[in-house]
């Protein structure tokens, strides 16, 4: 097995075998990389072009033929949230809001994949983690082009959760003034810096609370050796100090000389502890990941009959299924050759006899170029591009955005049958569709926009289909004029409607402006197309950024989350 840590300026590689129950670090490698990485400034070619490098170089000193790759990337290269969830909303709705709370937080065009954990307690959470599409598929392809096994990918915090995965924990890594810890547990995912002051206790957290008491839970571990002054810090508890390397075997003299032990901890924690199940990997599906974790057992006595039966056993089928394979291996081969020749004799023979037979082609290929040459010309295009243009000039870009969105919504609502529609999920200028119907669809869905994805499966409701669709819609090239719209005017318009919620955030700073988070659900198809209407009309400071529609044909029932921010109406400037 093999631990594959990246970081900013190097690359640490460390292979490991298992014999009789131990672990055995059999290979070490660590390259420095030609130039700093910096992930969120450098673009995708620059940091893939750094990373081959310096995997290169590590396979020059450990194979990775066949071997399972475990590997780490820093934590400050992912952001994460953890938001509470309301009794009136279901888990796929928190996992939406902990994603939109993350964009919204740290804005940015780049790609990323989100993953996460729901925990269910008193109050139900919801975890998500962001993290840059950049680092996992380039690293899993490199992995997979050495010949290795990539079977996970986390951040270096999560692998001390494989320490306790069932009583959880909390990692302290020692600071100039203080402490950064990470709390994994089953019942939540928590994080920030600590500092201990006056005999107590002051958290700064970056996810999660702010109290000492629901932030360290678990069994409490630290990166190393505490000083007398930190053993201070945490005096009547029980803390572990890790040690490098501590439950593995070195075979030689294979470290190098001025390696530092905090490079250590984490390979200490991957090789000798289970992290699948407890801790999330990116290299699985992006999404709610779910706790899971087996207790290893180790049955000693009964192996030496297991292993005598199976042998005896397998000598004496061996010889009879290979034997038949090569047989119908043969045959399949022999058949498929038969079929290729006759077929090549046959189409020679068409060409020779009747050549008219095959003047599709030559027409098609006619068809096509005479499109191309009765193509209109491109000398009108600038024209239209500037007029469109103009017309933006002093519209925000998200109120474009806003009102480009309600108008799709309320366009695909229209021109299909509503009671078709089981989901609708809307944001960032792409939209996910999905209906039931016949297996001919005759709604016009390319009217909406460009299709850039189709699927089709049956339902097992009547012999009815289900059609996805992806579809990047456009914006309006004129929105209609509007006005501002309060919070209070908005908490008034969703309480007058019946079975509705409204949930408003905290304000935060985007872009130099005062934005408030405003989370909407409604019930009812009609109560929902009252809410668009009203959205495009009195939405001047505001923009819907994502919307989800769902639809339970079975319950003939309705119900939409709108996710909204508010800017702060622009200050009027008096006129002499």
Not at 185 to 202: C, V
Not at 311 to 340: C, E, G, H, M, R
């Amino acid at each position: 097995m093999i631990h594959l840590a990246i970081s900013d300026s190097h690359l640490l590689c460390a292979q490991w075998s298992v014999k009789d129950g131990h672990q055995i670090l059999t290979s070490f490698s660590y390259k420095a990389l030609s130039r700093p990485l910096d992930v969120f400034s450098d673009s995708e070619s620059e940091i893939i072009s750094v990373l081959n490098a310096g995997l290169h170089l590590i396979r020059e000193d450990i194979p990775f033929d066949g071997d399972k790759v475990y590997v780490t990337i820093p934590d400050k290269y992912c952001n994460d949230v953890l938001v509470p969830v309301d009794p009136d909303l279901t888990e796929n709705d928190g996992w939406e809001f902990a994603r939109w709370t993350i964009n919204q937080r740290w804005t940015s065009k780049d790609s990323y994949q989100y993953y996460g954990r729901s925990f269910i307690g008193k109050p139900q959470s919801v975890y998500a983690i962001r993290v840059p599409n950049l680092i996992i598929e380039p690293i899993k392809l490199a992995i997979q082009e050495l010949a290795g096994d990539p079977v996970w990918m986390g951040t270096e915090s999560s692998t001390f959760f494989g320490l306790y995965p069932e009583t959880g924990c909390t990692v302290f890594l020692p600071e100039s003034n203080g402490y950064r810890y990470y709390q994994y547990s089953q019942n939540s995912f928590q994080n920030g810096t600590a500092r201990y002051i006056k005999n107590q206790w002051k958290l700064h957290p970056i996810v999660g609370s702010d109290s000492n008491e629901e932030a360290f839970k678990g069994d409490f571990v630290f990166a190393g050796k505490l000083s007398d002054k930190r053993k201070a810090n945490f005096k009547g508890r029980r803390i572990k100090q890790l040690t490098a390397l501590k439950g593995l075997a070195v075979e030689g003299e294979i470290l190098p000389k001025d390696m530092k032990e905090d490079d250590l901890y984490i390979l200490t924690a991957i090789a000798t502890v289970q992290i699948h199940g407890p801790t999330l990997n990116f290299f699985n599906r992006p999404g709610l990941q779910p706790y899971q974790y087996e207790k290893p057992e180790v049955i000693e006595t009964p192996k030496p009959e297991r292993i005598k039966s199976k042998k005896n056993k397998t000598k004496k089928k061996k010889i009879k299924p290979k034997k038949k394979k090569v047989k119908k291996d043969k045959n399949i081969l022999q058949t498929a050759l038969y079929l290729f020749f006759f077929a090549v004799i046959g189409i020679m023979l068409i060409y020779d006899q009747k050549p008219e037979l095959l003047d599709f082609i030559y027409l098609r290929d006619v068809e096509e170029k005479s499109e191309i040459i009765n193509a209109p010309e491109p000398d009108m295009v600038p024209t239209v591009e500037q007029k469109v243009e103009s017309s933006k000039t002093n519209i925000p870009k998200f109120i474009i955005e806003s009102q480009s969105l309600i108008s799709t919504v309320i366009r695909t609502l229209q021109m299909s049958s509503s009671q078709n529609i089981t989901l609708l999920s809307i944001g960032t200028g792409r939209m996910d569709l999905e209906l039931v119907g016949d297996k001919t669809m005759d709604t016009p869905i390319d009217s909406l926009g460009d299709v850039l994805n189709y699927s089709l499966r049956q339902v097992n409701v009547d012999s009815q289909f289900k059609h996805g669709y992806l579809v990047k819609y456009p914006l309006l090239e004129e929105p209609i004029n509007q006005t501002d719209i309060s919070v209070a005017g908005l908490e008034l318009l969703v309480s007058s409607i019946e079975s509705s919620f409204i949930k408003i955030l905290d304000p935060i700073e985007r872009g130099g402006q005062s934005q408030t988070p405003v989370i909407v659900k409604i019930s009812g198809l009609d109560n929902i197309k009252h809410i668009l209407f009203k959205l495009s009309t009195s939405g001047q400071n505001l923009a819907l950024e994502k919307f989800i529609y769902v639809s339970e044909l079975e319950k003939f029932t309705q119900s939409a989350i709108f996710y909204i921010s508010l800017f702060l109406p622009p200050k009027s400037v008096p006129q002499e």
